[in-house]
Structure formats: C-alpha cells, structure tokens
C-alpha cells in the first residue's frame, strides 16, 4: 500500500534526492570501507552464528524499537536504516508500515531538504584539499592500478575522480561495481512518504558536521584502503553481501561485532558512532516529548553499549524491540 503510491514519484526528483544522498549521508560508506579492509574474509553462516553466539548481554536482533516512558504521552519509535542497499534487497515489516503512518514527524540523521547551499557543502567536502590530488596519494604503479581498474571495471573516466577523496572513490566502487541493480534509500523512501503526509521531517545533525567525521581518517589512510580495494574487488563485494544478509536479517550483534573486531574501525568508532550518539540524546528527549516521532538513523548507532537504545535506556526511558 505505502510502497505503490511511493513509486509514483517523479523521477527527476528521485534521482536528486538519491544524489544528495550519496554525497551527504557517508557514515555507513565510511564503516564499509573501514570494514572491508580490516576484515576481509567472507562470513559464511556458520562464522555469523559464531559471532552472534560470543555475544554477551542483550540479542539486537530488531531494526524497529519502541520508546516510552511513563511521561510521555505517546511512543515514539527508533528504526535502524542502511543508507544504500539494492532495490530487490529493500524491505518494510507491516509493523514498520503502521508506524511509519501513525508517527507524526520524521527525523533523520541528517534532512533531505535539496537545496544549493547543501549541495555546494556536500561537492566541496567531498574534494581533495587545495594542493592534494588523488595521484600524489599513490607510488606511480599503483596510481597506474587505480587509473586502470576505474577505467576498465567501471568505465569511468579517470579526470572526473582525480579530484576526490578516496573515500569517495571506495564508495562509488561499492555502489556500481559490487551491485549494479537499481538502488534504494530509506532515508529517502520515509521523507518522501512523510512529505506526501504533509508531515514534517528533520535532521539529528547538518551536512557539515556530519562530513567532519570522514575527516578522522588521513587522506593516507583512505588511499590505503581504495588500493586494497582495488587489488581485491572481489572480498570487497563479498563483505558488502554479508552486510546486505545480516541487515536484512536484522542481526545488529553480528554488524556491530564485524565493524568492532576491524582495526582501523577500533580507532574510528568513538568518533564515528559513540559522540555522535551521546550528542543526539538530549535532541531525541526534547522531541519524544513533543509528539510521536519515527527516528530513523544507521543501524551501526542502535546496539552495544554506546548505543542509542542503551543511551536512552540510561535517561529511564523503556526501549523496546517490536
């Protein structure tokens, strides 16, 4: 029902929208990046039950989750997204449909209002600092590597990237080269509905203070990871897949354990999850207590014990999963 009249849209806007959400909303793209190159080996059944099974404390294994206490005067729900997945691969619970029409305001971790002015801060944040450009980043033979594997696996001309962050590169590798079906944002997908509903939406935080984290990782460090990419495109594909399964299976322990045993994630996560979190509470009380709010931000941010569920646990609020 929501998702028929949701496909109507014009498609000029669509393709703006989900523009505007490959250049600003990256936190997930950072994680995978980080990911991949920290924990490369394939994650068959067996090593997610694994995983799941050395957990210790409570099982996440919900996207949607209630929010109540004895003062307010509705719930609220908190819902885990993946900011880019593919279209036959994007699925709702009808426990998601209700809420989604019965909430009254969407917040996002960050708005999707298209506008120049973020548009410009998106573009600019994903350049390379002035007197930095990709080929300084590499030796010549493995800028050869890159030059060549953008230009053949991914028929994409070399100038139009030599300008931007690795990082950025790494991402347009696992959108087009690991899928290359159609693809889906929810972010998207709840604005549009809520905007249809004449229902307002907001942001948790703005473009640039979300773009500031990608800044924690050294353009070096970035660079490292794109060439391991390169070289192996393959386990960057497989590790995206895996992400894909557990996410649908809404296995939150397995996501958060697979990004937590990486290295390079260890020393990115108190910036690239935990403050972002901490900072988002007191934003979260203050609109609970207004109305019935559907928060919807990365599934990276719900569990663990940095988490937003235990965070607003910690404030005596009741979350619960549905």
């Known amino acids: ?55 210790t404390g409570e099982l996440y294994q919900s996207l949607l989750w209630e929010i109540n206490r004895e003062d307010l005067k509705t719930p609220s729900y908190l819902y885990g997204t993946i900011h880019i997945i593919p279209k036959d691969s994007f699925f709702l619970t009808p426990a998601v449909e ?5 909430t009254q305001h969407l917040v996002l971790e ?14 600019m944040a994903m350049m390379m600092p002035r007197g930095k450009s990709l080929k300084s980043l590499f030796e010549e033979d493995d800028y050869k590597r890159v030059t060549s594997f953008m230009r ?6 070399m100038p139009l990237y030599h300008m931007f962050k690795p990082i950025f590169i790494s991402q347009h590798i696992s959108s087009n080269y690991c899928n290359s079906s159609e693809q889906e944002s929810y972010e998207m997908y709840f604005s549009q509905l809520f905007k249809n509903a004449n229902k307002p939406v907001s942001g948790l935080e703005t473009i640039n203070e979300q773009m500031k984290y990608l800044d924690q990782m050294t353009l070096e460090e970035q660079a490292e990871g794109l060439l391991e990419t390169i070289k ?14 557990l996410y ?10 697979m990004m937590g045993e990486s290295d390079e994630v260890g020393d990115h996560l108190d910036k690239l999850l935990d403050e972002r979190n901490k900072n988002w509470i007191s934003q979260i009380e203050a609109l609970v207590a207004k109305e019935s709010v559907f928060i919807a931000v990365g599934a990276g941010h719900l569990p663990g014990p940095n988490g937003v569920i235990e965070l607003l646990r910690k404030q005596g609020y009741k979350v619960t999963p549905l």
């Open 1 to 55: 029902m929501i998702r028929s009249a949701m496909h109507s849209q014009n498609y000029r806007t669509r393709t703006k929208q989900h523009t505007y959400i490959l250049g600003a909303s990256l936190i997930f793209s950072l994680a995978f990046f980080l990911h991949i190159n920290g924990y490369s080996q394939p994650l068959d059944e067996s090593v997610s039950d694994s995983l799941q099974a050395s957990q």
């Open 152 to 157: 053949d696996s991914l028929e994409t001309p």
């Open 248 to 257: 649908r299976k809404q296995d939150l322990n397995t996501l958060m354990k």
């Open 110 to 123: 960050i708005p999707l209002d298209i506008n120049m002015g973020s548009m410009l801060s998106s573009a």
């Open 232 to 245: 192996n495109p393959g386990a960057a594909c497989q590790q995206y897949t895996d992400m894909i399964r």
């Open 98 to 102: 209700e809420k989604l029409e019965s």
